[in-house]
């Protein structure tokens, strides 16, 4: 997850960051309120904002409100600041948390606003058995493959592994293969040497090293290259990996997830994709249904986006005619995913 800092925590900031670092979470730092929110609408983003409570958190709130900018805010300040701390929660902080940083503590709220903005709605029996599935093998280490059309949620699910597995409490990392150029897919996979290559003007850790002990998620791994490929297998029957430009192996500790919307058997016959891999991979398959077979995932997040857009639009909510529920259930959906936070009705 992405945390933005904001304020100087009374000198507490690099003792935080560590914690959420270690935790998995990639963290900015905005030093006033404008800072913040310039960072905010720049793109950058955030699934969680950490403010001192010195800092005027009524006015943060009311203005990341006016802006429709959907991100929870966690106070930070001297413990011994109840008033602080007080008025924080009444002008809508969702949490404070005490200085000097405690590990467990912030460590409790990075993983309570994970599981909600990654839970995944469901209430159909389709749904339900996949992720019943999920959480049987979880606390394996076993590798797992995780199949289904674009948009059906490959990663969310990915994620519910995770969080399920013994390595719930180290990083999760991902990859999407098919977003980086083939040229550049090895040195984020692997890692490169300083003088690997024109440009390599420092050593660069790659994605198996940095989700040392946890968990890495090859999204789209049908995109791969072939001789990719090939470094992968090795990667996962020798549980290491060589840097580009290096001679020395590196161990790793991985759990390994990948995901495809194409049918990777099929693939394999093309020879597009090596059979010994594919079997690598899949030692565990959990295959997605479509939205469309899942009518009431479909009235689930209906409701769901429903209610979330009259929200950040400051309009009132307004129940789905008859009409518009039989226009849902008759379309097609495709490319469509199926998470979110949902009230009680979320799996975390």
Known sequence: MRLLIVGTLDGQIGAASKIAMDRGAMVDHAGTIDAALNALRSGRGAE???ADVKLDIASLIERLKAEHINVPVVAC???SDTEAAVNAIRAG?????PLPPNADL???VLEAVTEENNAIICRDPAMEETLNLAEQIAPSNAGVLITGESGTGKELLARFVHRKSRRSDKKFVSVNCAAIPENLLESELFGHEKGAFTGAIARRIGKFEEANDGTLLLDEISEMA???QAKLLRAIQEQEIDRVGSAQPVKVDIRLIATSNRDLEEEVR???FRKDLYFRLNVMNLAIPP??????????LAEYFAEKFADLNDIPRRLLSEAARNSLFTYSWPCNSSGGPYRERVRN
């Open 77 to 79: 300040g001297i413990g």
């Open 106 to 108: 912030i460590a409790a």
């Open 93 to 97: 902080a969702k949490e404070y948390v």
């Open 226 to 228: 072939p001789h990719l």
């Open 291 to 300: 939205l469309r077979t899942r009518p009431k995932d479909i009235e689930a």
């Open 270 to 272: 093309l020879g597009n």
């Open 48 to 50: 969680l904002v950490m």
